[in-house]
């Protein structure tokens, strides 16, 4: 009898042991897993019909979103293009001086120091300035990209690596705050900064996109920053402030980067 006891009380804690486990595992999260992605495109035309209760929702926004976008905030005295020039643009001009002079109090205001100068890219100008009224969709059309402006430290063979990418990419790409003069066989003449002549061995601070930091335009040579400070000035919102405090725009081809013939 005394065995059949003992017998009894085993099944039982081996009942429990088995309901613990149990009720452990019913417990325990399971863990989803992606299996497969599938996508399709929805065609939006005509055969849409449009909600005229959301309709009416949305149309006072509408408008007042239309409006800011148009009012108008300077006046352009002329057609401003991205091909006007060969090595430097009345855009590309317009587009670098409005981030030197715009960025660079942020920056001294953060840091300390002083801008030294601007690069930014050709391919950068999605649209010209037409002569006329000068609104923030101006600038949208400029600029749709949501880049922000950021400086760069470099050190100067990192700014002599930058020079030999404008020579040989032969294009038009922005600059401000930098003179540089080209000979006949596009050695460099003359290359100044801030109206100082070129030092090698001092470090430079670059206002830029957060899309050359990263390669773009393979401007690769800014993988070799000492520092990169994000200022949080979308250069969109820059050309904006800019329309806004100023009554005309009238930027030249100037002599910041030339050939001599």
Not at 95 to 110: G, N, T, V, Y
Not at 121 to 132: A, P, T, V
Not at 158 to 187: C, F, N, W
Not at 206 to 214: C, E, R
Request: aromatic share 10%; net charge neutral.
């Amino acid at each position: 009898m005394t065995k059949l006891k003992h017998f009894g009380c085993l099944k039982i804690k081996h009942f429990v042991l088995f309901i613990t486990f149990m009720g452990m595992i019913a417990c325990r999260q399971s863990q989803d897993r992606l299996i497969n992605i599938e996508g399709k495109q929805l065609i939006v035309d005509s055969t849409y019909a449009v909600v005229d209760s959301i309709s009416n929702f949305i149309l006072p926004y509408h408008n007042h979103v239309e409006k800011m976008l148009d009012s108008t905030l300077a006046y352009a005295s002329l057609d401003i293009s991205k091909t006007d020039g060969i090595y430097n643009t009345t855009a590309g001009n317009l587009m670098a001086d409005i981030i030197l002079e715009q960025a660079a109090p942020i920056f001294k205001s953060r840091t300390g120091k002083d801008l030294d100068f601007v690069l930014l890219n050709h391919g950068g100008i999605r649209s010209s300035i037409s002569k006329g009224k000068v609104s923030a969709r101006t600038a949208f059309e400029v600029m749709p990209f949501e880049n922000n402006t950021v400086v760069v430290e470099l050190k100067g063979q990192s700014v002599k690596e930058m020079l030999t990418y404008l020579i040989r990419s032969k294009r038009a790409h922005p600059i401000a705050g930098i003179q540089l003069v080209l000979d006949k066989d596009d050695s460099i003449k003359s290359l100044t900064i801030q109206g100082v002549p070129f030092d090698e061995k001092k470090s430079y601070y670059v206002a830029t996109s957060d899309y050359l930091v990263s390669g773009g335009d393979d401007m690769f040579f800014f993988k070799d920053a000492l520092k990169v400070t994000d200022i949080d000035y979308k250069i969109r919102n820059a050309l904006i402030d800019y329309f806004t405090k100023v009554d005309t725009l009238a930027p030249i081809v100037d002599l910041r980067y030339y050939k001599i013939e």
